[in-house]
C-alpha cells in the first residue's frame, strides 16, 4: 500500500509538471476603472500545430484574455492603465469608452467570446485586417463545439483575412501565408470550389517553393477531395497515409502575435455595422 501511495504521488507530481502553468492576476480596466482577479496561463507546452494555426497539446490555445467583469472590454495590452493617464490620448479613450459602453458592445460582448470583443475593439482602431482575423478566428476556437457561431466566426475571420490577402501584394512576404489561411478557412466552412482552387494556384503559382510551407497545398487538396472540414495538423500526420511518410512539423507561423502588437491607441472609427451573436 505505501507503495501504491508513492506511485500515485509520483504520477501526480508527473501530471502537474506537464499541466499548463497558471496565475492568478489583478487587473483594472481603463474604461470603467473596475478592478478584478483573474487566473491567466504563465507558461504551457505546445506539442504541435493545426492547420488553422491552434497550438496543440499541454497548452491554452487561444491564450486566456483578460476581460473586465463589468463593462467586458477585453485588456489587450498591460500599457493600457499608463495610456490611459495620458492627457495626449484622452480624447481617443472617450471616445473608446463611449463605444465599450455602448449597448450595441455590451449585448454583443455578453453573448459571444472574449476573443471576439477584441475583434470588435480592434475593428474601432483601425487595426490591420490580418489582426481582427486572428481574434475572429481565435474566437471560433473558444466555441468550436458550437455549430452555429463557429460558422460566423469563421466567416468573419475569412473575411478579413480575404482583406489582407488582397492588400497584400505578390512580393508581400506574408501573402503565401495569408492565402494558405484564407483557403484554411474556406475548407473548414466546406467552400470546397473556393478552397480547392485557392490551393491550386499556390501549387502553379509555386510561391511557397522552398518555403516550410510548401507542402501544405497538396495535403489541403487532399482533405478536400475528402470533402473533409475537420481541423487537422499542420505536418499532415493524422491525414497521412500508411506508408507514406507525413511533411515536416513547420515552425509557427509569423502571422500569429499578441493581440497589443497589431493595436496603436489612435482616433476610434465609428463602430462595426454588423458582428455575429453567439446562439
Partial sequence: MKFLFSLLSALLLACIACAV??????????????????????????KGLRLDLRQVGDVVDPPTLPQCTKCRFPLFSDRLTE???????????KRLASFVLGADF????????????????????????????????RASWQVEDREIPRRRLLEKACEHYMAALAQAGPDDPQHGELALLCGEIERRLGKWDDAAKRFSELESSRILKGTPQADIPALQLRLIARHDSAPHLLDGADVAQPGEKPALQLALPSLMGKPDDALKLGQPSKAPSEAPQEK
Wanted: aromatic share 8%.
Fill in 21 to 46: 502553468n497558471s496565475l492568478e492576476q489583478e487587473f483594472l480596466c481603463p474604461i470603467c476603472g473596475t478592478h478584478w482577479r483573474q487566473r491567466i496561463e504563465t507558461s504551457s507546452r505546445a
Fill in 83 to 93: 495610456q490611459a493617464k495620458d492627457p495626449a490620448k484622452a480624447r481617443a479613450f
Fill in 106 to 137: 455590451q449585448m454583443l460582448a455578453a453573448k459571444n467570446p472574449s476573443y471576439f470583443a477584441l475583434a470588435q475593439v480592434q475593428q474601432v482602431l483601425n487595426a490591420p485586417h490580418r489582426h481582427i482575423a486572428l481574434s475572429y478566428l
